[in-house]
């Protein structure tokens, strides 16, 4: 996969939309004003793991589009239609799908995507028993549902007042924001049913979304020029990497110094193979951010995992449940236990805590926390629900909104936000159990390199551009430190041969602002960011451009202004005196 997404524009009348990677109808508008994000087929299997799509036929007749669409499983095949049809102010999704394979999937069906831009619009949500009830997208992001049992919503969008009507099944809503996805998903099969569910040969799936406008389009906002005006505010969080979890190498790394302040290394104490990754983690000769997730069947094993850090240079520590109503949660049991443990071992490191995954989890299961906790820390995965760069580059503006909300809930407490990644190092929402080396060495990996981990964006210039633009989306005040990437491998910033990566670079000049005053500010469109510091030797200030284009931007600091010309996906770094 390269860094731009395979995109194809298609129009009928007023409407226009845009297929993405082949599958997708994206970026729908009405008269050229945006309606929604997108809509497309989901097919997740019992994991909740997304099957590929592959488009076997199109035809593009007047006001019609048709994709002959194929998703396969093991075992499990279903095969059908997507089609959107448009006519005057009306467009019309529908699936019709045949399962000519029996398989278990937890979700098959139609997904809509809202802008995030609705957040605090008025909705009006019609029930399939008639009923209804006016409500509003949530403006803080929502930890539950904000709209079930949908038949029909009414809202105002960018295009004007639209009603969209569900058929084939219930649907509801929930805010993907908690997951740095830029919407609110609308989805068939209410979370509170029984899943998985075993579609058997010859069953059909068929829905269908009508979107109608209601009412006038209104007048364009008025544009101006792109300008970010950095304050001094907070303090600039400290940089850390991931330790490496891929397979050994036939060859030695090359153990460079990195350019970060700490690295971090999760132990899965039910893992034969932790000690070898705690291992691995020290040659860096970083202090170590320690993330235990607790062995369910035999407690005893956090006294070992503590032991084990005895004379290292520990940053902090933290323990997470595996299994359970608190699973990925560090809550009060466990933080006890991991304080008991460390008190016998006489390690004096910070007791840390928070989830090992999704800001999700925070947002959801934060009244489970332990008190007195010395930081709060949750993972962002932005390639979560969809694997598209576009999800990639609109998920950096919702990393703001997570950062704020997480300091909101952390009281006072440090926030610190990592593992940082482009895929999952956990599958926090797995059925079947999470897969574990069997052997005590690191010659299959462990943890993230038993899922599928290998994304080819990992090596784009692109990238580096990127993690400027996250880091400056998520430095506010009370976040104390970011964690990106792992040190080598798959997920690293250098290669398995230790040559870097261009992402490795840019985490060099973000590593760089760390500890120092910081300058923060917010993103004129979500496309051009900024961040810096005030340091000894001048105000640094890092720029990064996520657009397809080259973009003008001028970037006011208290040391002064300056006028930059980002070229497409690039980044820089300038010093102010």
Known sequence: MTWSDDEIAWSSGPWTLTRRRGDEFADIAFRG??????????????????????????????????????????????????????????????????????FETNRTGLVVLHPPRVSGRALSVDHPDGSSEATRFPDGISPHQPATDIGALRWSSDAGEMRMTFSGDVFEMEDQRNWTDASFKTYNRPLALPFPVRLAAGERVAQTVVIE??????????????????????????????????????????????????????????????????????????PLDVRFVVDEQRPDALQDGVDALTGIDVRRVAAFRADGPARHVSDAETVAALRAASGRAGLRAPVAGGVRTHFTELNREHHRLSAGLDGLGFA???????????????????????????????????????????????NAVATTAEPRPSQPDLRDGYGPALLPSADPRQDAVELAAWTIASAAALTVPGVRSLTYFEEWGARGIRRPDGTDRPVAAAIAALAELGGHPALTGDSPDGSVWAVGALTPWGAVVLLANLDHRARDLEVRTPRGSTSVRLERSGWARIVLP
């Open 380 to 426: 962002i995965t932005p390639l979560f629900h969809d694997v598209s760069t576009a999800q990639l580059v609109e998920s950096v503006a919702m990393q703001r909104r997570v950062a704020e909300q997480a300091v909101r809930l952390s009281g006072g407490i440090p926030v610190d936000i990592g593992p940082i990644g482009l895929l999952p190092h956990v």
């Open 33 to 102: 004003r945006p309606v929604l994000r997108s809509v497309r087929l989901a097919v997740r299997d019992r994991d909740w793991n997304t099957l590929p799509l592959s488009v076997d036929e199109v035809r593009d007749e007047p006001g019609c589009l048709r994709l002959g669409v194929r998703a396969s499983a093991d075992p499990g095949d279903l095969e059908g239609e997507l089609v959107a049809r448009a006519e005057g102010d009306r467009l019309e999704i529908a699936v019709d799908l045949v399962c000519t394979a029996a």
């Open 213 to 286: 406008r209601v009412g006038p389009v209104p007048p364009p906002e008025p544009t101006g020029p792109a300008v970010i005006d950095l304050r001094a505010e907070g303090t600039a969080p400290s940089l850390g990497i991931g330790a490496s979890t891929a397979p050994d190498p036939v060859e030695e790394v090359d153990h460079r110094p990195l350019p970060v302040d700490t690295v971090l290394v999760e132990l899965d104490l039910a893992s034969p193979a932790w000690p070898a990754a705690l291992a691995r983690a020290r040659r860096a000769g970083l």
